[in-house]
């Protein structure tokens, strides 16, 4: 351990918060308690497999990853070393839980059958599309533009986090697609060591991170990193009020991360906080509206597109055209349609104006949050 531990109890036992680990990572994860992980952002070793060195037409020499951490003796290895960890991952993960992996196409189709196979549930493969990637210098193949992430639940049917509405609002009010294009690290953002050269080959962008973060975690989680590097993802967790624990047995990028780690500062509280989704607010009855006496009971209630109209009962029901029911069993009804979300169908009518009825139940939810 590196740095002096923030404690948080998970049952019995506490967690090493905004730390990094020295040692092996799946020693460490399996002596961290059991359940205790909101989200895992894991970038394992991508074997490789290169064979001599690269150079680029001017004969310079392309400083590729060929680091002992990513060298393995065979697919069986690395195969192994995969289940090792992901099994280690997955002991730690709350029942809600998420995983976060990235690889590129020399492993992600392995990395992919190993969660599968571990019970781990995948939700989405996110293509991480390079704005300014490096070219193939040889020509023998394509530009390699673009790496894989797969996002998973600890379990089939966990309620994982996703913050839809925030995504959304970051992609200009669209809904966030699974490519996402962003650049490499470069200029100020690329760590350098004590030589000057690169910190680590395979750093990745502060975005990247910070478009997962605020997709699948919320302020207050904890999230792991087992495979830490120069500790972007802790980097941006203490910027967004999330705790993390990075495991990274190389020095030298443990002294990198912690100089970084210093030097963040976390964002204040009301910057923190993002669009949620309807589905996440709190649930308000219409019948809460009648309890009121927001709206009475015998009072009418108009489609939003005029055609219909129906009158409210005692007990939060609707009455229009013989049907009766919830505000959205009975629009759906006049409709002639599957369903209805009656909060958005009918208004009332106050000084001669329509009011959608929502705005009643929004009233309410402020004051719940107050």
Not at 195 to 216: E, F, Y
Not at 222 to 248: N, Q, Y
Request: aromatic share 8%.
């Amino acid at each position: 351990m590196t740095k002096k531990t923030t404690e948080k109890s998970a049952g019995a036992a506490a967690l090493p918060l905004n730390t990094i680990l020295d040692g092996d990572c799946i020693e460490q994860m399996n002596a961290l308690p059991e359940g205790s992980i909101d989200l895992i952002f894991a970038d394992p070793p991508y074997n490789l497999q290169l064979k001599g060195e690269l150079h680029r037409p001017d004969n310079s020499q392309v400083d590729a990853v060929d680091d002992h951490w990513d060298q393995f003796s065979s697919f069986a290895a690395y195969d192994k070393f995969t289940k090792a960890w992901l099994k280690a991952a997955r002991r730690l993960l709350k029942p809600n839980g998420a995983i976060w992996v990235i690889g590129s196409y020399h492993n992600i189709f392995r990395v992919g059958t190993a969660l599968q196979d571990a019970g781990y549930w995948i939700l989405n493969d996110v293509v991480w599309r390079k704005s300014n990637p490096m070219p193939n210098f040889r020509g023998k193949r394509f530009t390699n533009a673009h790496e894989t992430m797969i996002w998973a639940s600890k379990v089939e049917g966990g309620k994982y986090t996703f913050n839809y509405e925030a995504l959304k609002a970051l992609n200009e009010g669209i809904q966030m697609r699974s490519d996402w294009v962003l650049p490499i690290c470069t200029g100020h953002e690329r760590l350098k060591d004590e030589n000057g050269d690169k910190a680590h080959p395979t750093q990745k962008p502060q975005s990247l991170l910070h478009r997962v973060l605020v997709g699948s975690t919320n302020p207050g989680d904890v999230v792991l990193d087992p495979f830490f590097g120069t500790g972007t993802t802790g980097a941006v967790a203490k910027m967004l009020g999330r705790d993390f624990i990075g495991i990274e047995r190389e020095a030298a990028y443990r002294r990198v991360a912690e100089k970084r780690l210093a030097s963040v500062r976390k964002f204040d509280r009301e910057a923190l906080q993002v669009s949620v989704s309807k589905r996440a607010e709190p649930r308000v009855p219409f019948g809460q509206l009648v309890e009121r006496g927001m709206l009475r009971p015998g009072e009418e209630l108009y489609s939003m597109n005029k055609r219909h109209k129906a009158k409210v009962r005692a007990d939060g029901t609707l009455i229009g055209d013989d049907v009766k029911g919830s505000i959205h069993q009975v629009g759906a009804a006049l409709e002639g349609a599957p369903s209805c979300n009656g909060w958005t169908y009918w208004c009332y009518k106050r000084d001669g104006k329509k009011v959608p009825i929502d705005v009643l139940r929004q009233q309410i939810r402020a004051e719940m949050a107050n």
